[in-house]
Every structure is written in structure tokens, then in C-alpha cells.
């Protein structure tokens, strides 16, 4: 299934997709790690000579040149969540498991395959790959470019080849992370009752997230669906100190109907009487998909497109003025999970159906 | 105040004892870094002819050899928690101010200054200096000795000079730790509701800690106060991960009419349906009053004695079948503070109430 790809890190674009997804899998590259991955992304792209190919840290743009009036963007990133007990990838009937199988190296493996087969197309392409998409905003790779080269990945329509089941999604939720902190005083842990524990006081903190009720807004005729978790907790001094400090760091995925303010206004009023510090935050995109571009690729694409629940890059492109949708192999509830796998068949029908989009005649 | 102990790490056992406290406080000596201050302690005991003097590691035992029909032990540990910019000592108001002061280098002046007055006494007097009272039982030097020298502690009494406000404190409570652990399944924080959240069920543990009552139990005529305390708490596997383990490190201190199982089995209980991971527990010891030795002394020092509620050395003692109880110089309550200090007339009255009991005729 996988020729040696994690001895050499090589990558061999004329595999199947599902052979080359394996190979991409068999390349771990948490984000921050991204180096090897990149590396053997861009000696693969360096053997294309339809492509001109910039690369900034470990991020890879290669743009076609075949003097078409449209421009589209199939953007991916290349990095995953830590890995789980689930490298190297495995092959059982006809899904693919490992870490980033779904999110998102098929989606990757796509652009890889398109990138190899379309010397000529009805549209030119531009291919991104890019790093850091699954840690805080600051770190993307894409932010990073859209700073300092703009104009690589300016177009018409972008497509992000996030998991979506191969059905189009539009729009994206947006996504705010805050530390909530509780307070106490220290004291020996013998006389605890000449303290105030803060770790004891941080249930309150708990409290609001247990007792939390989704909101579930329809967006542009899309439903959306909103959530408020503790993602990380710590507290504490000593084995024999009661602690001063508890600090929960809570996500908010909010529908693209709030602003990146009014989520940080509902997150104060929710945890109204404790101290908060926003420490990220990434607004969503309403689904757009009205316009022209996007809606000539809803329609070649077919099926009833979705509300995407996940905060992706879209919203980045949304910012830059380039509309913009999800569409990749996959089922997004996979994602990050240590079960996450693909089917076989999925990323062959999107390879398929985007190659048949863009080497059909105009 | 301090004739340059800081300069040459040398102690001068002529000083009154409150000199010779803020010499002891300004040799620093956390837990793990007591040579210097052993050395000095040895260099000062070897110019005493009356003494056979044993080292082993940091700790120091020396004896007498009167003959006397009784042996009495004075106990006192070396180390200090981490200094906190409370260094050097200074003295203000009657006050000496800095890292040990209160616990409890004015014990261990109190110790060497009858060490060095004592030529003939009542009894035979075994002084006892160790180190690493102040972090994991494992290391702690007492424990060392009784393991490779029992023969060098037996004794009628033991008396640990731990801060008590010169006021006899019986018994000592136990010290348990445990892990409890709430579980839950990863998911992408975009679909929370796909996972389970184990930060939020610690919740429902913390509500057991915020609902707990602490008993106060009367042990052989003194009353103790247990407590049940979160100490630690860590969660958290990336910031858009549902966290599938959340564990809150407990302390409970318990009064001495439980045993170390029975300390156990009650936390087990409290924590019914979590997972409860036992990690460190130390035993208390009941108060003993009532055996002659103990009681000759608390008649000499006067006063009413009281529970000790802090776990002490006291409980070694006991466990090797030797009568101990805490009395000291300086408010317990000031130990571990920053603040820590100790009141001059307290370290002299129990420098001379000692004297008096040991040199007044039998």
C-alpha cells in the first residue's frame, strides 16, 4: 500500500490517490513539525514544469500559467492534531485509517493528483499548501501568506478541501478561545480552612459549562450549530498548599451570524463575575453561496450543500474578498478523533469530479 | 545580630539563642541543599567533650552519656521550604523575620544551645538534626536513620521542636493523596457533542469537594480538624480537542483516630464511582499523652496541650514505639508564609523552660 514513504519521505504523484493519501499519512507532521512533510511536497511539485511553485517556511503555493480568464484556489493544510496511537496508516475495507487521514491529507492527496494531471485546464489553478491550521490563529500558514504575498493567491472562487463527505459546505463557524481564571488564597494544606481554595472555586467556572444550552441558528438558509467547551485546565502549587489560581480555557464555536465582538461580549456576560482573558479568536463566514463563482461550483458538483460547523480557512479567504467553500473526502466528525479514517471511494470521487470540473471544456 | 555567620557558615554556640537563630536562618538550607548547614551543625557539636556525635548524610545525632535511667530525644529538622525573598534574616520589633525562622530553625537553635549548656542533666539527652522534612517521606533523613540506625533514637520521649507557639501539641494528623480522574472521549471542539467532555464531568468532582464537611473529631482529649482539598488539577489535549481524562490531585489530612487504611477507604468511598488512584499517604499518631513520659513533660512545660494538626515527624516516632510530642518556638500558622517569622521571648521562654526540665534534680 505504501512504497516505503516513511523511510525516504518521498512522495510519488503517479500512485492512486489512495495509495498517494497513504504515503502523505506516513509523513507525521503535527503542526509546528511540518518541515519533513513540506519538504517532500515540494520536491514532488519541483518535477512539474506546468507550475511555478513558492514556498514560504512550510508553506507551498505552485500556480498554473495556461492564460485562462478564471483563476481558482484549491487550497489544504498540511499539518495535523497530535498523533493518537494511529501512525502509521492502515488499509481495512476500503477505508484508510491514521492520523489525518480525513483531516485532511486525502483532501491534500486530491490537490497533489490534480496538480500532476492538469497540464492544461478550463481554469487556471492555484495550489495551497500550507501549515499550523490546527493551532491558534497567528501561527497559520495561510495568514502568514495572505500577509505577505497576496497577490499568489488572489482568484475567483477558492475551494478548501476540508472533510465534508464530498458534499459542498458553505460558510464556517468562527471560533474564540479565553482563559477563565478563578482566584483563592494560599495557605498550608494541614489549616486549609485559613485559604481559599481557587480549584474548588473553578466548579463554578465548570458549573456554567455543564448547565450550557447550544443555540442552533439557521445562516442563509444553512443550520448552524454553536458550542462552549473547557478545553484545558490547570491549577495548583504544591502537593501540601491550597492554590490561588485555577485557569480554564474554554472554546466558543459561534455561528457566522455573531461577529468576532459579540462572541467576545456573549463569552463575558456568560462568565459575568470572573475574570476573563480572550486569548484567540477567528470569526466565522455566512455560507455565500449566492455568488456567481461559487454557485457554478455548487451546481457542477451537485447535491444540497451544508453548513460547515468547523472553523476553516474560508473565513480567511471570505476576508481577503475571494468567495469561497468546503468540499474534500471525508467525514468531518472524524476529524481529530483517534478512530479517524476515510473511504477509499470518497477521495476517488472527489478527484474525479474536480478533474472532470476543470478539463471540461468551458 | 549576626556576627558574619553568612561569611563562614560557622555557628557560635556562646550567642544567645536568638543570635544563634538568625545565624541558622542565614545559612540557607532548602530541602536537598542542607550540607552547608549540617557542616556548621557538626563543626559545633565536635568542640562539645559531652557528646558522641554521628553523622549520616545531612542529619547529625549526637548523645550523651550521662548514665541516667531516662533518655529523652529533642528533634528538629534542618531544611526550609524554597526561600521566597525572605532572605537574610532581619529582626524588627522583637521579631526575628526569614526563611526557617518559625519552622523551625528557632527549635533547632533551641536544640544546640542545650546541647552546649548541658554537660551533666537529669537525663540522657539524644539531639537529633535531620534533613528533608520538607518534601516527599522518602527522603526524609529521620526516616534514613531509623531505618539504618534505630539503635541511635531509642529513647523514653521524643520531643520534636516543631513550631507550636511553646505550647505542647499532641499527636499529629495523616496524609493521604490521591489522583481522581474523570474521563470522557476526545472530539473536534467544532462537534462537541460528538465527545464527552472530561473537564466537565471533573465538575461533579469538585462539587464532591465543595460540599464536603470536615469532621472534628476529640482524640484522647484533643480535638483535631480533618480536611479534603483539591491541590492539583491538569486537563487538556489541544485547544480544539473535547479533553477525554481530567484528573484533580487531592490532599486529605485526617485526624489520628483513623488509620492509613481507613484514611484510604474513606476517600475511596467520598470519590465513589471515580477513578481514585492512592499516590502518597503518611499515617498520623494519636496523642499518647497519657503514657508517663509524655505526661512528666507536658506537667514541666504547663499550659493546656493541644492537637497538632499538621503531620509531623511525631508520627515516626510513634511508629517506632517512642512517645512523642511537638514543642517549639513560633505560631505554626506562619510556616510556608513569606512572611514567616518568630517572636524573641518565645524561642528564650523555651530554651529555658527545657533547661529547667532537664536540669532540675529528678
Redesign the interface.
Known amino acids: 500500500m505504501r512504497p516505503d514513504s516513511s523511510e525516504t519521505g518521498k512522495l510519488d504523484l503517479s500512485l492512486s490517490v489512495a495509495e498517494l493519501t497513504a504515503q502523505l499519512v506516513d509523513i507525521e507532521s503535527v503542526s509546528g513539525s511540518e518541515r519533513p512533510l513540506a519538504d517532500a511536497i515540494g520536491s514532488a511539485l519541483a518535477g512539474l514544469p506546468h507550475l511555478d511553485v513558492h514556498r514560504d517556511g512550510n508553506a507551498l503555493v505552485a500556480r498554473t500559467d495556461f492564460g485562462r480568464a478564471e483563476r481558482v484556489v484549491l487550497a489544504g493544510h498540511i499539518d495535523t492534531?497530535?498523533v493518537?496511537s494511529n501512525l502509521p496508516s492502515r488499509l481495512a475495507d476500503g477505508l484508510l485509517y491514521g492520523c489525518g487521514s480525513c483531516?485532511m491529507k486525502s483532501g491534500v492527496a486530491v490537490q497533489l493528483r490534480l496538480a500532476a494531471q492538469l497540464t492544461a485546464a478550463v481554469r487556471d489553478v492555484t495550489y495551497v499548501f500550507y501549515d499550523c491550521e490546527?493551532?491558534?490563529a497567528e501561527r497559520n500558514g495561510l495568514l502568514r501568506l495572505s500577509r505577505a504575498r497576496p497577490d499568489l493567491l488572489a482568484a475567483d472562487l477558492a475551494v478548501l478541501l476540508e472533510p465534508t463527505g464530498a458534499v459542498v459546505e458553505g460558510g464556517c463557524?468562527g471560533?474564540l478561545?479565553a482563559d477563565v481564571i478563578a482566584r483563592g488564597e494560599r495557605a498550608?494544606?494541614?489549616?486549609?480552612?485559613?485559604g481559599s481554595?481557587a480549584?474548588?472555586a473553578?466548579?463554578g467556572i465548570?458549573?456554567v459549562?455543564?448547565g450550557y444550552a447550544?443555540r442552533q441558528p439557521i445562516v442563509d438558509g444553512l443550520s448552524y450549530?454553536e458550542?462552549l467547551?473547557?478545553?484545558?485546565?490547570?491549577?495548583?502549587?504544591?502537593?501540601?498548599?491550597?492554590?490561588d489560581e485555577?485557569v480554564?480555557?474554554v472554546?466558543f464555536?459561534f455561528a457566522p451570524d455573531r461577529s468576532t465582538g459579540q462572541a467576545e461580549q456573549y463569552i463575558r456576560e456568560v462568565f459575568d463575575g470572573w475574570e476573563v482573558v480572550i486569548t484567540?479568536v477567528a470569526g466565522g463566514a455566512r455560507p455565500g453561496l449566492g455568488e456567481p463563482a461559487a454557485a457554478s461550483f455548487v451546481a457542477a458538483m451537485g447535491g444540497a450543500p451544508r453548513a460547515k460547523?468547523?472553523?476553516t480557512d474560508v473565513a480567511r479567504f471570505d476576508a481577503l474578498g475571494i468567495p469561497a467553500v468546503n468540499f474534500g473526502p471525508g467525514d468531518?466528525?472524524l476529524?481529530?478523533?483517534?478512530d479517524e479514517h476515510v473511504p477509499i471511494e470518497q477521495i476517488q470521487q472527489c478527484e474525479t469530479q474536480m478533474l472532470a470540473w476543470l478539463a471540461r471544456p468551458a
Open positions: 492534531v497530535p493518537h483531516d490546527e493551532v491558534e463557524q471560533t478561545r498550608h494544606s494541614a489549616r486549609s480552612w485559613l481554595n480549584i474548588h473553578a466548579g465548570l458549573d459549562l455543564r447550544a450549530h458550542g467547551n473547557a478545553v484545558g485546565i490547570h491549577g495548583g502549587v504544591a502537593g501540601n498548599v491550597i492554590p485555577c480554564v480555557s472554546n464555536r484567540d460547523l468547523g472553523w468531518p466528525q476529524a481529530h478523533t483517534r
